[in-house]
């Protein structure tokens, strides 16, 4: 059974056009994988959609890597 992290890797891997490996916890969004804003509002919605959880914008507004998306993801869906 696939993981959270599996998933959101999958997802972000598929958004950004790279190979699943290169997507690790420090990455970051931006500097690293080359997320430019509207990447990253786009596998925000991506991310909400599969989880079935909406992310406000301040904690999206500080989610910087992989990592955070990581965890923003568990937090929401530990809730459920």
Known sequence: MATIQDKARALIASKMKLDEKEIT???????????????????????????????????????KTVGDLYELIEKYTKKS
Request: aromatic share 10%; hydrophobic share 45%; glycine share 2%.
């Open 25 to 63: 916890p420090e990455k970051h969004l931006f500097n690293d994988l080359g997320a430019d804003s509207l990447d990253f509002v786009e596998l925000s919605m991506m991310l909400e959609r599969e989880f079935n959880v909406k992310f406000s914008e301040d904690e999206m507004a500080n989610a």
